[in-house]
């Protein structure tokens, strides 16, 4: 049984998301143009890993931008269940512009760590970053916000990823702090591989959340646990099985057995499936449920179930 209407988001919570994306492509680009021009007066090994993650973050916005239009577009001929899946591609494009920054950083900051060099005007450097801290906070309750409203992936794997931007950036700061109060020059290069560590683990987590969207894995056991209860609330129905779920984008699409009594009308059955389905679509909105009505006590075989 499917929907009458296809799955869609309303024009307002698909305009949060396209907002979502200019405002981290445009945050990346300023803060790209503000830690250049401070890592070129410090000359900081620190500094320059947050220049690197800044541009990881602008190719990384660039390409949320472009796969949620195309994740926003409607379902078509050629693609029945919607375009989704676009966002865990642009992740996994992510995860290896991170990847590939993050082992540079290292090369570069093992190299400082073995010629030290002294970190010059740190006090640009700390300006640059309390600025960064404070616009990447902005931009990240904003995303918080069209999360909530919208409960996108992209937005969501953004929004942490500039979360612990915060974090990296303060983290810079004190190092250069350091390097300036206690004059210990491989303070700096330091930092700079725990950030490059950081990086490493991020591209891990941005590409596992990728693949486990493009590979269809099940959702966590207790909304599973969840949409099992809802479906045996019904007076009517007397248990389900073959309940299968997976997610695309902001898309997510639920199907299982539901059994009746076989002495019911057809009619009957179809009225406690739409009833059944209601109800789940009541805790998962953006779900597309799909039921199959079997009489209890019947078993059938379904090889390709796993």
Known sequence: MEPDTPLSLDHSAARLMRWATYASTFTAALLIAVKLTAWVMTDSVALLSTLIDSTLDLGASVLNLMAVRHALTPADREHRFGHGKAEALAGLGQAAFILGSGALLLVEAMGRLIHPQAVARSEVGIGVLIFAIVATAILVRFQRHVVSRTGSLAISADSLHYAGDVALNGSVIVSLLLSRWLEIDWIDPLFAIAI????????????????????????????????????????????????????????????????????????????IADEVEQAILTEFPRFEVIIHEDPVGIRESHPNFG
Request: overall charge negative.
């Open 196 to 271: 490059g560590g950081w990086l490493l683990f991020n591209a891990w987590q941005v590409a596992r959340g990728s693949l486990d969207s493009l590979m269809d894995h099940e959702l966590p056991d207790a909304e599973r646990n969840r949409i099992r209860d809802i479906a045996r609330s019904h007076p009517q129905v007397r248990n389900l099985h073959d309940l299968r779920t997976r997610t695309a984008g902001h898309q997510g699409f639920v199907q299982f057995h539901l059994e009746l009594d076989g002495t019911l009308l057809l009619m009957d059955a179809h009225r």
